[in-house]
């Protein structure tokens, strides 16, 4: 751990890129399955469609879900490792922008 609370969420993520991925792509959330994402997709889908921006999109399973409907979305995260994962399947744009870039936004 550093002393910086920000480069710590990072490489944390950067660390656990892999497993997160893997319990969302398997659904081994069990709260996810639930309900969570389809509730976020049911929300999703009451609205017109354009654009969306999916801040802290990880590995991209609402942009993925939301482009095949006929969005135009931006998926955005600082994890280069989720990143890379959301990039795997077409449909979306990704961008990566840091903590200290999200966090200067006005």
Request: glycine letters at 6%.
């Amino acid at each position: 751990m550093t002393s910086d609370p920000d480069a710590d969420l990072r490489i944390s993520w950067e660390h656990n890129a892999e497993a997160w991925t893997a319990s969302v792509r398997e659904r081994l959330i069990p709260s996810r399955n639930a309900g969570t994402d389809e509730a976020i997709l049911s929300l999703l889908l009451s609205l017109p469609k354009g654009r969306l921006l999916d801040l802290g999109c990880c590995e991209g399973w609402l942009s993925r879900a939301a482009a095949v409907q006929g969005w135009q979305v931006t998926g955005v995260d600082a994890s280069d490792q989720l990143l890379f994962r959301a990039r795997e399947h077409a449909g979306a744009e990704y961008m990566s922008a840091s903590y200290d870039d999200l966090n200067s936004l006005p």
